[in-house]
């Protein structure tokens, strides 16, 4: 284009005197004014240039296979996946194991039990038994209960045993035959509320059995379908709380119920809530996330954030859909610019690949969390940009400058 310029302007040199033409002191202002534009006048691009205008020393390295291995032996852990991504989702871990378990573990009857005198001689096939004392009787508020022609008879606070001892007491004094034992046949004293994400929430009866957590919740109905594998489990007693996977039955089936405990079944969160919202943080920035940055030459010159769990490679960005354009790029002249700390040098790791062999190496070199990777232009990029910034107005200037 320029040479073709040049011939033209030299025929139309030799018709000026006819003045149909310019004289051949303009095409030189031209020239002039391209050469100026080249040399940055009009069109500058970046450039590595090793003067004062570097602030930061630095090193050009061409990228082989040995400054590759150099170069991804800067240590570095991709970011792990969120956990919401990873299939199902776990409640939180156990906080500090099995609860403190109280002294007194024994049942003791209470308020609102049911209690059964059974005559032990009858339940044995033995004759003569005194059947008057025998029957069922609820344990009133002040923990008694009514024997009728025997009177009242306090249990409350009793283990079994106790309960025994005090009614074979009670019958002796009033001349009956002691011949009787005390069951419980309903236990309502002693109950763990269970509330939360379970079928059914509601109150567990204590019983003489050891009632466990898992039990418990099973005797709810268990979790809710939608949770059993986000849900927390949490068990408060005296003051302190134990939060457990609603999955882990292991221990679940460890953490025995006491009378005064409490349980609270948190849902948690679903995968599908928990993406929905690392979605919605990511849009707005707010997710910690490593990155590199294209700029040049590139199709799409931006930031761009490393993936979760693995590697990103140079090929990765450079061969991207928005990485080096192959009509505007110079394949030539890829480098990467490391930072080596605050205070440290700039690597700059040229990679030539003009030579599409050398591609191979884009595939092994590993990016690393702020690398700058520039894509420099191909020399007819370079002089396309500038003679498209030479305006009519601009070359009409210079060739009035020229004449004058």
């Given at each position: 284009?320029?040479?073709?310029?040049?011939?033209?302007?030299?025929?139309?040199?030799?018709?000026?005197?006819?003045?149909?033409?310019?004289?051949?002191?303009?095409?030189?202002?031209?020239?002039?004014?391209?050469?100026?534009?080249?040399?940055?006048?009009?069109?500058k691009t970046p450039t590595i240039r090793d003067d004062s205008s570097a602030q930061?020393?630095?090193?050009?390295?061409?990228?082989?296979?040995?400054?590759?291995?150099?170069?991804?032996?800067v240590s570095y852990s991709p970011r792990p996946l969120p956990a919401a991504f990873?299939?199902?989702?776990?409640?939180?871990?156990?906080?500090?194991?099995?609860?403190?378990?109280?002294?007194?573990?024994?049942?003791?009857?209470?308020?609102?039990?049911?209690?059964?005198?059974?005559?032990?001689?009858?339940?044995?096939?033995?004759?003569?038994?005194?059947?008057?004392?025998?029957?069922?009787?609820?344990?009133?508020?002040?923990?008694?209960?009514?024997?009728?022609?025997?009177?009242?008879?306090?249990?409350?606070?009793?283990?079994?045993?106790?309960?025994?001892?005090?009614?074979?007491?009670?019958?002796?004094?009033?001349?009956?035959?002691?011949?009787?034992?005390?069951?419980?046949?309903?236990?309502?004293?002693?109950?763990?509320?269970?509330?939360?994400?379970?079928?059914?929430?509601?109150?567990?009866?204590?019983?003489?059995?050891?009632?466990?957590?898992?039990?418990?919740?099973?005797?709810?109905?268990?979790?809710?379908?939608?949770?059993?594998?986000?849900?927390?489990?949490?068990?408060?007693?005296?003051?302190?709380?134990?939060?457990?996977?609603?999955?882990?039955?292991?221990?679940?089936?460890?953490?025995?119920?006491?009378?005064?405990?409490?349980?609270?079944?948190?849902?948690?969160?679903?995968?599908?809530?928990?993406?929905?919202?690392?979605?919605?943080?990511?849009?707005?920035?707010?997710?910690?996330?490593?990155?590199?940055?294209?700029?040049?030459?590139?199709?799409?010159?931006?930031?761009?954030?490393?993936?979760?769990?693995?590697?990103?490679?140079?090929?990765?960005?450079?061969?991207?859909?928005?990485?080096?354009?192959?009509?505007?790029?110079?394949?030539?002249?890829?480098?990467?610019?490391?930072?080596?700390?605050?205070?440290?040098?700039?690597?700059?790791?040229?990679?030539?690949?003009?030579?599409?062999?050398?591609?191979?190496?884009?595939?092994?070199?590993?990016?690393?969390?702020?690398?700058?990777?520039?894509?420099?232009?191909?020399?007819?990029?370079?002089?396309?940009?500038?003679?498209?910034?030479?305006?009519?107005?601009?070359?009409?200037?210079?060739?009035?400058?020229?004449?004058?």
């Amino acid at each position: 284009m320029v040479l073709s310029f040049i011939c033209n302007a030299r025929v139309q040199g030799n018709d000026y005197s006819r003045g149909k033409g310019w004289p051949f002191p303009a095409v030189v202002g031209l020239l002039l004014a391209l050469g100026l534009s080249a040399c940055g006048t009009i069109y500058k691009t970046p450039t590595i240039r090793d003067d004062s205008s570097a602030q930061i020393p630095f090193d050009v390295i061409e990228l082989t296979p040995a400054a590759i291995q150099a170069a991804n032996g800067v240590s570095y852990s991709p970011r792990p996946l969120p956990a919401a991504f990873r299939g199902p989702l776990r409640g939180v871990a156990g906080t500090g194991g099995l609860p403190p378990e109280p002294g007194v573990t024994e049942y003791r009857i209470g308020p609102g039990d049911v209690i059964s005198i059974v005559p032990t001689r009858l339940a044995t096939g033995e004759p003569g038994a005194d059947q008057g004392a025998s029957g069922e009787f609820r344990v009133r508020d002040d923990g008694t209960i009514d024997l009728s022609r025997l009177g009242a008879l306090s249990i409350g606070g009793l283990s079994i045993a106790e309960a025994d001892t005090a009614l074979k007491k009670l019958l002796r004094n009033r001349q009956t035959d002691p011949s009787y034992r005390i069951e419980i046949v309903e236990f309502n004293a002693r109950t763990v509320p269970v509330d939360g994400a379970v079928a059914a929430p509601g109150l567990v009866p204590l019983t003489q059995v050891p009632m466990t957590l898992d039990k418990a919740l099973a005797a709810r109905g268990g979790l809710r379908a939608e949770v059993r594998s986000s849900a927390t489990v949490t068990l408060h007693r005296v003051g302190r709380s134990h939060a457990y996977r609603g999955d882990d039955l292991a221990m679940l089936s460890r953490v025995v119920l006491r009378d005064g405990d409490s349980v609270v079944v948190d849902p948690g969160e679903s995968s599908e809530e928990l993406r929905a919202r690392f979605s919605q943080l990511d849009a707005l920035d707010a997710v910690a996330r490593d990155t590199v940055y294209l700029v040049g030459e590139a199709r799409s010159p931006r930031s761009i954030q490393m993936p979760f769990d693995r590697q990103l490679f140079l090929s990765d960005v450079a061969l991207d859909k928005g990485g080096v354009p192959l009509e505007t790029g110079n394949m030539a002249a890829i480098y990467v610019l490391r930072s080596y700390g605050r205070n440290g040098g700039v690597a700059i790791y040229h990679l030539d690949a003009g030579n599409i062999v050398n591609l191979v190496l884009a595939t092994r070199m590993e990016l690393r969390p702020g690398d700058l990777i520039f894509v420099s232009e191909q020399p007819v990029t370079r002089w396309s940009r500038v003679l498209k910034q030479l305006s009519p107005a601009t070359i009409t200037s210079v060739a009035a400058n020229v004449r004058d």
